[in-house]
């Protein structure tokens, strides 16, 4: 076994990475969670708007939830001298469905891939063999996270986007970092981000449902209910959110949120900690309730 030597700028590193992850876990996913659970537990009682809100929150609900998680875990092995892979890489702003999956839980689709897609053949093979693997993936990857046909109809909701990508060669059109040499992405590329995470969004209510028809019943209402039922919201709560996504966007190019650069504002060690008390600060007051983590239960 390879001995571990403890490595000050590598467990430093780890410490920005568990605190990010903490972030994303208390302050935003724990707090999306009051509003998500409150109307999935009874959304015939509220308008088409509020499924909107519920749907998105739940979008980043299980993303702060499950990357966040991901982050106390990576960060805590570089403590001890260990650097796993990157598990989740700015996924809401991909461009289309397969970039998605290529920046989502990258460690099990890479697993998926290498032990279930490829042995079957892949895409290297005939039109409807390709089709038969590609559903094979993504309904074992449903079943992964439960024995419930909300989860196999999620994973064949993503199969039925994923199929023309591959078919059409277009599945990995999308490689790189959106926007890469400019602060803000062009009108074209935002306009394929908010599409891919419309789509995303959907195959969410249905992950999140507790039956298939009150899946169907909760999207069919979201585009045809067009109003607002009042109910308690906290403004700050929707400020962790913006939070969340102007950082990752701003550090897109970045192993992480807190891997901040050598050079600039965040050079500075005063400037550096103020974000660091700041963040603390966050968490320690402004936490959720939620408490556990969603992927705990599969």
Not at 42 to 69: P, R, T, V
Not at 86 to 107: G, K, L, M, Q, T
Not at 171 to 189: Q, V
Not at 190 to 215: E, K, N, P, Y
Request: aromatic share 18%.
């Amino acid at each position: 076994m390879k001995p571990r030597k403890f490595d000050y700028p590598m467990a430093a590193e780890g410490c920005r990475q568990i605190l990010w992850g903490l972030f994303k876990k208390m302050a935003v996913a724990d707090n999306c969670a009051v509003v998500v659970n409150q109307v999935f537990a009874d959304y015939e009682s509220f308008g088409g708007l509020n499924l909107w809100l519920a749907a998105i929150l739940f979008a980043f609900q299980i993303y702060g939830d499950f990357s966040g998680y991901s982050d106390i875990a990576i960060g805590t092995a570089k403590l001890f001298g260990i650097r796993l892979m990157r598990n989740f890489n700015i996924p809401y702003f991909s461009r289309d469905v397969a970039e998605f999956w290529r920046r989502w839980h990258i460690s099990l689709t890479t697993w998926f891939r290498d032990y279930i897609y490829i042995p079957l053949g892949g895409s290297r093979c005939r039109r409807g063999r390709v089709v038969r693997n590609t559903f094979v993936i993504f309904l074992v990857s449903g079943l992964w996270h439960g024995a419930e046909w909300t989860f196999v109809a999620w994973g064949a909701y993503h199969a039925m986007l994923f199929v023309p990508l591959i078919l059409s060669g277009r599945n990995r059109k999308y490689t790189g970092t959106p926007a890469p040499t400019s602060i803000f992405p062009a009108m074209g590329e935002s306009l394929m981000m908010a599409q891919t995470f419309l789509l995303v969004l959907i195959g969410w209510v249905i992950f999140r449902a507790d039956t298939l028809t009150d899946a169907f019943h909760f999207i069919a209402r979201m585009f045809t209910d067009m109003h607002f039922t009042p109910m308690s919201i906290k403004e700050r709560n929707i400020l962790w959110l913006v939070i969340l996504i102007g950082v990752e966007w701003v550090q897109r190019h970045r192993s992480h949120a807190f891997d901040f650069p050598e050079t600039g504002l965040m050079s500075y060690r005063g400037v550096r900690w103020t974000v660091y008390y700041v963040f603390v600060f966050v968490c320690l007051v402004f936490c959720g309730t939620q408490g556990s983590f969603i992927y705990f239960q599969f």
